[in-house]
T-cell receptor
Framework: GNSVTQMEGPVTLSEEAFLTINCTYT??????LFWYVQYPGEGLQLLLK?????DKGSNKGFEATYRKETTSFHLEKGSVQVSDSAVYFC??????????FGAGTILRVKS | EAQVTQNPRYLITVTGKKLTVTCSQN?????MSWYRQDPGLGLRQIYY???????DKGDVPEGYKVSRKEKRNFPLILESPSPNQTSLYFC??????????????????FGPGTRLTVL
């Protein structure tokens, strides 16, 4: 079945550091890929998405590129802020509306 | 304001006492879904509904029931809660996408979560 694997956290960075959170997936076809973010005490919000190979999703300085050859969708940001501290979930959807999530990666940014 | 609301936000109950967590959306979405979030496991789908009176099991449906009598509401029912249902629950909604030949999903909007503790 479909699955998503994320790097384990927590990831702790200093403000303005470069961020990478790795995400790889297994799917039978060509899924759409997503990054969701969960701030403390809140629900999940869509951060960015890509629907086909080589697409790049971007939002709020975050980027991720759909790499079909490596089945990956790594999340990157050039300069993190304290306000980026949250839990980040990689997810895929292949058929209909169902989302399959990774385990989540906690990001802590220190000032 | 477009939103998904859940009630209650926090609930502590005892084993076997029936409870209902409500979910409501004001975006006229066809699709609604319930997830549970557990440490190290991410979010797992419990039940989903493609439209009114249409519901189906997700990956972890045991011990849960749902109903979809109105488009905006999708309550989650625990008939006889047990401690292993202690978790953080999220409701989500989106516009529907037909699965036949169509990839992916429209953006799903999540509620704020319900933290349930079963003693």
């Amino acid at each position: 079945g479909n699955s998503v694997t994320q790097m384990e956290g927590p990831v702790t960075l200093s403000e303005e550091a470069f961020l990478t959170i790795n995400c790889t997936y297994t799917a039978t076809g060509y899924p759409s890929l997503f990054w969701y973010v969960q701030y403390p005490g809140e629900g999940l919000q869509l951060l960015l998405k890509a629907t086909k190979a080589d697409d790049k999703g971007s939002n709020k300085g975050f980027e991720a590129t759909y790499r079909k050859e490596t089945t990956s969708f790594h999340l990157e940001k050039g300069s993190v802020q304290v306000s980026d501290s949250a839990v980040y979930f990689c997810a895929l959807s292949e058929y209909g509306n169902k989302l399959v999530f990774g385990a989540g990666t906690i990001l802590r940014v220190k000032s | 304001e477009a939103q998904v609301t859940q009630n209650p936000r926090y609930l502590i109950t005892v084993t076997g006492k029936k409870l209902t967590v409500t979910c409501s959306q004001n975006m006229n979405h066809e699709y609604m879904s319930w997830y549970r979030q557990d440490p190290g496991l991410g979010l797992r789908q419990i039940y989903y509904s493609m439209n009114v009176e249409v519901t189906d099991k997700g990956d972890v449906p045991e011990g849960y029931k749902v109903s979809r009598k109105e488009k905006r509401n999708f309550p989650l029912i625990l008939e006889s809660p047990s401690p292993n249902q202690t978790s953080l629950y999220f409701c989500a909604s989106s516009f529907g996408i037909t699965s036949g030949g169509a990839r992916g999903t429209d953006t799903q909007y999540f509620g704020p979560g319900t933290r349930l503790t079963v003693l």
